[in-house]
Structures are given as C-alpha cells and as structure tokens.
C-alpha cells in the first residue's frame, strides 16, 4: 500500500453516514464476558461477522466510549449470544445505561466460565484472539472454542434504525437458493 495516499474528507455527513449504514440488515447479538471481579458484563452489538471456517474465527466491534470496553479488552474469553425474535427485549435491556442488564435474565456458565443467555438462536464461545483499534471503535477478533445453535430459531434482525421481529426467514430456511 502506498504510504504517501492521502484520502479525500468525505462528502457527506456523520448522519448520513449512520442512514446509510442502517440499509444493510444485520442480526443482533448480546456479547458476554466476566469482568476482573467476576461481574457479568454484557451489551447489545450488531457488528458480528465471521472471519475465517479454518480457524474458526470470527469478529464484533465496541465503540470506544463504551462503559465496558475495559472489561471485553482484559477478558480472555467471551461469549456472542445470537438473538431469536422473542428477544428483542433482551437486545433493548442490554443496549441501555444505567441498569442492572443481568437482572432477572436466564443464564448459564459456558466454557471458562462466561455468561451464556438461554434460548438463544447461537452462541460462540471465544478465546480473545486480537484486537484492533481502528476510527472510534476497538475490533475484536474471537477464535470460537465452541459453538451451538437452536433449530428452526428465527433471529432478531436490526435495520434503519429499528429491530424486525417479523420477517419470513424462518419461513425461507428449507428453500434452496442457486442454480
């Protein structure tokens, strides 16, 4: 990459930007972990992608200004709970200041001891591989140690600014799409 590159200032706005980020649909997820004292510590992110099949490799993003970015940097371990439609209270819950996020919600240890949410649609239980400080927000990438998932669970979907509890995936799952 040619070091002397020096990017234009971009010609739209920081709203915009966040609009048009908004078009594209992802799912939400409540990732997990246990702070220094052994806390629960969770939060609401719809920034989970895969990585890699080999390793098992997957990422998520925390904003640098968020209350438990300590907490995810120091862990070794995490867990990323995928949300059914049933639980986009949980989303909100853990999307909010201010409150205890934990109570009353069904849990479970996972591997190393980390939270796991009950009746989720998966989870991925992660080592803390590498993290990459990039703009605003800190990469995390988690290479999976185990992973399940709930059959037949529709997930919670996320987009333009609002969460879609109806929609036709759990429909769509036995169609073959291809050639």
């Not at 980020?21 to 939060?43: C, K, P």
């Not at 070794?76 to 409150?99: C, D, M, S, W």
């Not at 989870?123 to 927000?137: L, M």
Request: charged share 15%.
């Amino acid at each position: 990459m040619n070091s002397t590159h020096h990017p234009s200032p971009p010609a739209f706005s920081p709203r915009e930007f966040r609009d048009a980020l908004g078009m594209f649909a992802t799912g939400v997820t409540i990732v997990t972990t246990r702070g220094a004292g052994g806390e629960l510590v969770g939060m609401t992110v719809n920034s989970f992608n895969s990585v890699s099949l080999d390793p098992p490799l997957v990422l998520w993003s925390l904003a640098h200004k968020a209350s438990s970015l300590q907490a995810f940097a120091s862990a070794t371990h995490y867990a990323i709970n995928v949300l059914t439609v049933e639980q986009r209270a949980l989303a909100e819950r853990f999307a909010t200041r201010g409150i205890d996020r934990w109570a009353g919600v069904a849990h479970r240890p996972g591997l190393h001891d980390m939270p796991v949410i009950e009746g989720v649609a998966a989870v991925f239980e992660c080592t803390n591989r590498s993290q990459y400080a990039e703009g605003d927000h800190t990469i995390f990438v988690g290479r999976v140690e185990r992973c399940t998932h709930l059959r037949g669970a529709s997930p919670l979907l996320y987009h333009g600014g609002m969460f879609y509890t109806e929609h036709a995936l759990g429909q769509l799952a036995d169609t073959v799409i291809g050639p």
